[in-house]
């Protein structure tokens, strides 16, 4: 009930910002693939989606504010060899709200870059070996830090594609000495660290004008 009555008051909250001249609302939607650097596997296996809401304020005629708030599936993947059935099949499914803060740089009209920071809160999770729940020691903390960098262009004046890495600024568990192995030291601590991939398309209530 408080997820509903929060994303309710997102949604009004762009509806509202919308009336403005320099503000936008919008919708996203989109497909994830991830994969968690320092769980001794490899590759973008896991695959998810994104969904959830925007606004956007304009700041200059090439630059941009952008407020997101939308649901993401992180996590990693691996599969047994299916020939030999070799290996261990192992999965870690997270699901966060996410909360990015983005500034955009527009260039050529319809280009532009992004890039800022995201607060991930955990809403729930399941990992499994063989297809079976197991309970990871080090527990996942409610709350971390990730870093964006993307890439959109304009396909209509209301619609946007969007490339985007997304990657952890803290690990996404609890750690302290001595480590798992495998576990990676990035930035400011050794753990485990969402490592994600994603398109998407962005709607905008009111069209960009400069198209």
Same mark, same amino acid.
Request: glycine letters at 10%.
């Given at each position: 009930m408080k997820r509903f009555l929060a994303t309710l008051a997102f949604f009004s909250l762009i509806t509202t910002l919308t009336i403005?001249?320099?503000?936008? @609302?919008?919708?996203?939607?989109? @497909?994830?693939?991830?994969? !968690?650097d320092g769980d001794l596997y490899g590759g973008y296996h896991k695959f998810g989606y994104l969904a959830g809401g925007l606004v956007s304020l304009r700041l200059t005629p090439h630059s941009s504010m952008q407020f997101e708030m939308e649901y993401i599936q992180k996590g990693s993947r691996v599969n047994a060899d299916t020939l030999t059935n070799l290996g261990t099949t192992r999965l870690y499914r997270f699901h966060y709200l996410e909360?990015? /803060? /983005? %500034?955009? %740089? =527009?260039f050529a009209k319809r280009m532009s870059i992004e890039a800022g920071p995201a607060v991930d809160v955990l809403l729930g999770s399941r990992e499994e070996s063989d297809g079976i729940e197991v309970?990871?020691? #080090?527990?996942? #903390?409610?709350?971390? !830090?990730?870093?964006?960098?993307?890439?959109? @262009?304009?396909? =209509?004046?209301? /619609?946007?594609?969007? !490339? #985007?890495?997304? %990657?952890?600024?803290?690990?996404?568990?609890?750690?302290?000495?001595?480590y798992p192995v495998g576990y990676?030291?990035?930035?400011? *601590?050794?753990?485990? +660290?969402?490592?994600? !991939?994603?398109?998407? /398309?962005?709607? +905008?209530?009111?069209?960009? *004008?400069d198209l």
């Open positions: 403005g001249q320099r503000f936008n @609302g919008g919708l996203i939607i989109g @497909g994830v693939a991830s994969q !968690l909360l990015p /803060l /983005l %500034y955009q %740089y =527009t309970t990871d020691t #080090r527990s996942l #903390r409610p709350v971390t !830090l990730a870093g964006i960098f993307g890439f959109s @262009g304009f396909i =209509t004046p209301h /619609l946007k594609a969007n !490339l #985007r890495f997304n %990657y952890s600024l803290i690990s996404i568990r609890s750690t302290s000495s001595p990676r030291h990035i930035l400011f *601590e050794t753990g485990q +660290y969402n490592n994600v !991939l994603s398109f998407s /398309l962005f709607w +905008y209530f009111k069209p960009n *004008e």
